[in-house]
């Protein structure tokens, strides 16, 4: 009848392919469930948050955060999810041979994550393939500004340097200058950080149920 595609990156992609029987109904949360926190101050602290799988290029936050310790040695990261290939240990390996201060928790519930994400101040997106993911959106709900790679879907969920930050794939001398911006000038952070709720509020439920409505009324 129709094809259902959860971003505009996917709906893009079948209108170059000449296919137009599409609609597109995105990928939702719960809002009630992401309680936004407005952080006075920005530190660098860093939150990632997704499957340990290479074409999510994790190993890239930890290079991050090599570097950031140069100039910042209170700096952390923690990285949250699920192991799904060999990235997993490799991502352990190095930061154990670079004694870096980084924590593996592991796959965590939703409610598990949220509460956890209270005490990091910034979230990494490192992927080298993407589409909207939710992990992203999630964060932006929270009120953590987010660096992401500019790949696949990504430039169609945030607007660089409104809604988020964008960096090319692989480049760890960018996604760095983008942390240290919003480490500097706090005040650019919590614009970013208000507008990213603001755009999410269109994801949530009560919103996107909508949509799934109007069409399985038809």
């Excluded at 040695?73 to 190095?94: F, H, I, N, R, T």
């Excluded at 980084?102 to 080298?128: A, H, M, R």
């Excluded at 240290?180 to 650019?188: M, Q, R, T």
Aim: net charge negative.
């Amino acid at each position: 009848y129709i094809n259902i595609v959860p971003s505009v990156f996917m709906a893009e992609s079948l209108k170059t392919n000449k296919i137009f029987n599409y609609r597109y109904i995105p990928n939702s949360v719960n809002l009630q469930n992401y309680p936004f926190k407005f952080r006075e101050k920005t530190r660098p602290r860093l939150l990632w948050v997704r499957s340990f799988a290479e074409i999510y290029n994790p190993l890239l936050a930890l290079k991050v955060l090599e570097d950031l310790l140069k100039d910042h040695p209170e700096a952390k990261l923690c990285m949250v999810g699920p192991q799904k290939d060999e990235s997993y240990e490799e991502c352990q390996a190095y930061a154990r041979e670079k004694n870096l201060p980084v924590d593996f928790p592991g796959l965590l519930s939703k409610e598990e994550w949220v509460k956890l994400s209270s005490d990091y101040d910034i979230f990494l997106n490192t992927t080298d393939v993407d589409n909207t993911p939710v992990s992203v959106i999630e964060a932006m709900a929270l009120g953590l500004p987010v660096v992401s790679t500019n790949v696949g879907g990504m430039p169609f969920l945030i607007e660089n340097g409104k809604t988020g930050l964008l960096v090319p794939p692989g480049d760890v001398n960018a996604m760095l200058s983008q942390i240290n911006f919003l480490l500097e000038k706090p005040e650019e952070a919590q614009k970013i950080s208000l507008a990213a709720r603001e755009k999410v509020e269109a994801f949530d439920w009560e919103v996107v149920k909508l949509e799934w409505v109007d069409l399985l009324g038809r």
